[in-house]
């Protein structure tokens, strides 16, 4: 599903070229339940922003499901974006001034999805997050749990080939955590490919696959037994 | 454009942000307001200054006889000039398709009696003609005609307010009034827009104060009117000839200014126009600098909007907004707030305009009004000011990246 071979990537500090990602190799199977971890600092957001086409390498190759993602203009990128991933962030970032199903709605939109099936397709995914009833709420009405998973089924909604999460329990209680990993495993279970960046040891572990950054490049990469996070909720 | 979801968008940031939204459409609403209200009034002078001109016909010439200046031909300087009945002959004769109308003037107070009501009044000795040159408009009974110029009768047309002061209540059409105790039959009433100070005039037919006066063919003043199709450059030509004509008829030195007076209507006209003019330019330059203003506020606005709204973007890019449809979103936005708002101030100006409009009637200052193709410019203005206003900040807003916008540090 995901290609990467030799990626590299540095920021301009001023005068000073900070390199971030020296080299990765990587690759993900459809299905895949992958953790990246690293201490802040390693190059792990920077290589999910480059996952994402939020950002551009400077070298290297990156393939996502068969496409080679290369020398994209603004447009194109957006285009890639809608039709392959789907989003969830730290902070929820759901649009404050739209209800919960609308902001589940939104990707649709820009897929240019009808009304309808928009609204229809929404209270399914809503629904599948457990938060049917809470569909005309503004995302100030909901607690930080809920917002998270209002923001699981926008990602989800797009029907992208691959969720990227990046510190998705990282605003969250224990607890919230696990209800929302919980959710993050049954999309799972569902053939979902997913990519999760963490530097909490018992989220990675509720993962199937660790994949270790140090200093911007890979260190470890191995497989887990995933622990259930059913059983904490 | 006529999609419905971006116009719910619009319609949500809108709403979410009511003060934004009114301080940046107030900015406009109030230069479209002023600029209406200014094209309005300058509309309002025109109207004013033509009223007060277009008590007489606008194509009146008069000549007025003075004092000379400079010695000539053998005179001494300091003498005296005086038209008489053979000048109007001559100018009819000599400027047959120059003039329209011709008629002389002749002006004398009288004590006027009819019964117990007495009154002290101008009154003008005039030709027939004269009730065009001056738009006399009879109210009651007729004008001076033919008959009574040639045989020099004594009738007298007389104004409203003189009617009113002798008569009463009665018509005093067909009735005798006595002029400095010689009876004159009234045959008509007169009224003048212009001042209620006209309708104290009364008007004689010329010869019978000719003959009243000592039998001569003086004349204090000659009023005429050119040739309507003439025009300005034509016109005073025409009142140069006119002018060189009758100071060689009375021998006076061409340069003398103080001789013979020839007042040309078309010459004041042409300033008011000119004037004007340079007022509804100026009042365009200024309504326009004032929108210039507001357009420059809504770009602001609408950058602190971008600015604000940096994570919003951010998470649309994210979610797969084209720049293209981020673009559209802020300037469909800033269209729609312009022209609404320019149009609630379009809306405002031209209302007052059309209530108080006919209500104001000063001298200088009548019936304020804007015109269709205001409103429609002013409109086409507004749309032009919301994509100007909106271009850049639009622009700066399809440039969000993502990345940035959705950085939790």
Known sequence: ?233 | MFDRDIWQEIFHSIRNNKLRTFLTGFSVGWGIFILVMLLGSVNGMQNGFTKQFNDDATNTIFIRPGTTSKAYAGFEKDRRIQLKNDDIEYIQKSFEKDHEYISGRMFRNTSARFKSETGSYNVQGVHPDFQVIEKTIVANGRYINENDFRSGAKVAVIGRKVAEDLFKEEDPVGKFVEFNSLPFRVIGVFTDEGDDNAERNIYAPLTTYQKIYGNTDQIDQIALTYNPSYNLTKALEFSGRLETILKRRHLIAPEDQSGIRIFNYAEAFSDISTFTGGLSFMSVVVGILILIAGIVGIGNIMVFIIKERTKEIGIRKALGAKPSQIIKLVLLESVFITALSGFVGLLFATGLLALIGPNMDFPAFSNPTVSFSTVVIATVILVGAGLVAGFIPALKASRVKPIVALSDK
């Open chain 1, 1 to 233: 599903m995901i290609e990467i071979k030799n990626l590299h990537k540095s920021y301009k500090m001023g005068s000073n070229s900070l390199h971030v990602l020296k080299g990765i190799d990587f690759s993900v199977e459809e299905g895949e339940l992958v953790a990246i971890m690293g201490s802040s600092g390693s190059g792990k957001s920077t290589l999910l922003n480059i996952l994402g086409m939020l950002d551009a390498a400077d070298s290297g190759e990156y393939v996502l499901d068969g496409v080679p993602i290369k020398d994209l203009n603004e447009t194109k990128a957006a285009q890639y974006r809608n039709k392959f991933l789907g989003f969830v962030f730290q902070s929820f970032n759901l649009i404050n001034y739209k209800s919960a199903m609308e902001n589940v709605a939104l990707p649709l939109y820009y897929q240019r999805v009808g009304r309808k099936e928009r609204q229809d397709k929404a209270l399914k995914y809503l629904d599948q997050v457990g938060l049917k009833e809470w569909a005309t709420h503004l995302p100030s009405e909901l607690s930080g749990g809920q917002k998270q998973r209002v923001a699981i089924a926008r990602a989800m909604a797009a029907e992208p080939k691959v969720l990227l999460a990046d510190e998705p329990t990282g605003a969250l209680d224990s607890k919230t955590s696990y209800e929302v990993m919980d959710l993050i495993q049954k999309i799972n279970d569902d053939g979902n490919t997913i990519l999760v960046v963490t530097h909490e040891e018992d989220i990675a572990h509720m993962c199937k696959r660790i994949v270790h950054l140090k200093d911007g490049v890979i260190v470890e990469d191995k497989k887990v037994k995933q622990v259930r996070a059913q059983q904490y909720v």
